[in-house]
Nanobody
């Protein structure tokens, strides 16, 4: 089993920045692809981005490309989502996720494990 705990959510004004963290425990974190999804009420959970186990490659949704950056620290079993130039459309519950699948497959098929989510609210 893998346990994922997100932190760092909160309220920010449009144009601002926020960094989310996700601490993983359980199975070998360093061999898993890590990803982020988000969800707003009444909508399906949406892929945000993912990073390979080696941090050698990252894969992003078009809606966040150039604004969001995923990184990971395998020594700390932690993955980060740096969000810049936030706008109200980025308001959502953000979920950390993990899988042995690649980033593109996580985006289409989904991950194996989910965190509990953290709320991000961007005001105009």
């Amino acid at each position: 089993q893998v346990q994922l705990v997100e932190s760092g959510g909160g309220k920010v004004q449009a144009g601002g920045s926020l960094t989310l963290s996700c601490a993983a425990s359980g199975r070998t974190f360093s061999t898993y692809t890590m990803g982020w999804f988000r969800q707003t009420p009444g909508k399906e959970r949406e892929f945000v981005g993912a990073i390979s186990w080696s941090a050698g490659s990252a894969y992003y949704a078009d809606s966040v490309k150039g604004r969001f950056t995923i990184s990971r620290d395998n020594a700390k079993n932690t993955v980060y989502l740096q969000m810049n130039s936030l706008n109200p459309e980025d308001t959502a519950v953000y979920y950390c996720a993990t899988s042995r699948r690649s980033g593109p497959l996580i985006a289409t098929i989904g991950p194996d494990y989910w965190g509990q989510g953290t709320q991000v609210t961007v005001s105009s």
